[in-house]
C-alpha cells in the first residue's frame, strides 16, 4: 500500500512536467500575443494622435525582450519551470502584477462557490439517493426522478437570465441583487450582517451553480446502494433474520458508498472552482472570469499558473480519492 502510493506520489512530477510542456507551447504558438497586442496599442496610439511613423525594429525587440520573448520558446519553458520552484509564474501582461498575485485575489470568491457547493451537493444528494434506494420505484422515488432530471436538462446560462430577469428585476421581483458577490456597504457591517449579505448575493448564482451536479449524484448512490442490496451477502443478512433497516444502513450502505468516496477527492477542485458563463451573468470576479479573460488576452503567465494549480490539485484530489477507497472498503490492496 505505502508503496503504490509513494509511486503515485513520485508520478505526479512527470505528469505536471507533461500537461504544463504541452500547455506552454500551445499556448505560445497561438497569435495575437502580447507582443502584437502591444503593436497594435501603438499603431492605435499614432493613428489617434494623427502621426503614422510605424514601428522601429529596435521597439520590436525591446519589446521582446521585455516579455521574454527574446529567447526560444523551449528556453522560455525551462526558465518558466526554475522560476516554479520559487513560486514565480511571472508578471500578468493584463494586470502589470505578479500572475500569481492576481490568482490568488481570485481564489477567496471561487472557494466560497465551490465550498458551498461542494458540501450542499453531498449533503443533499447522498441521503436523497438512500432514500430513494429505499423507496424504488415509489411514488417519491418517480416524483424525485422528474425533478432531478428537469433540473439536470435546465442550460445553466437560461437559469441564469430567467432568475435575472424575474428575481432580479425592479419590473417583476426585486428579491436578490442583479450583480456582485455583495454590497457596497459590505465593510461597515457587522459580521452577522455580512452572512446575511453574502447569502443575498450568493443564492441565484449558487442555485445556476450546482442544478446541474445533483442529479447525477443523486443517481450514482441510489443505483450503486440498489446494486449492494441485490448481492448475495444482503440476501444472507435478511436469511439471518436482520431487520430491512439494519440490512440497508449497517451492511449494504458502507460498500455503496465507494463509488461516492472515489469522487470525493475532487474537494480540492473548489480551490480554483469557476463558471465563466454564471460570472458573465452576475458581474462576478471568479476564477472562470479570471481564465477567460487571460485566454482572451493571450496572458500567458496568468493561464499557465490557472493551469499548472489545476493539474497539482485534480492529481492530488485523485490520490486522495484512492485513499478514502481504501478507508471506506479495507479490503482494497493497491499493488
Known sequence: M?????????????????VTLISFFL???????????????????????GANIGVSEEVIEG?????????????????????????DFGRSYSFEEPALDVILSRIPISLQFGLISFLLIYLICVPLGIKKAVADGGVFDNASSIVLIIMYSIPPLMLGIL????????MYLELFPLQGAFSDEYEYLSFGAKIIDRVHHFFLPLLCYMITGF??????????????IKLDYIRTARAKGLSEKAVTYKHALRNALIPIATSFGSFLGIFLAGSIIIEEIFNIYGMGQLSYTALLQRDYNISMGIIFLSSLFLLLGRLISDFLYVLVDPRIDFQ
Open 2 to 18: 505505502i508503496k503504490y502510493f509513494a509511486k503515485r506520489i513520485l508520478l505526479i512530477f512527470p505528469t505536471l512536467i507533461g
Open 27 to 49: 499556448l505560445n504558438l497561438t497569435p495575437g500575443g502580447p507582443i502584437e497586442q502591444k503593436l497594435q496599442q501603438i499603431r492605435k496610439a499614432q493613428e489617434t494622435g
Open 63 to 87: 519589446l521582446k525582450k521585455q516579455y521574454g520573448f527574446d529567447k526560444p520558446v523551449h528556453i522560455r519553458y525551462f526558465i518558466w519551470v526554475k522560476s516554479l520552484t520559487r513560486l
Open 163 to 170: 432568475l435575472r430577469n424575474f428575481l432580479a428585476n425592479p
Open 215 to 228: 442529479t447525477a449524484l443523486t443517481f450514482l448512490m441510489k443505483n450503486s446502494l440498489l446494486d449492494e
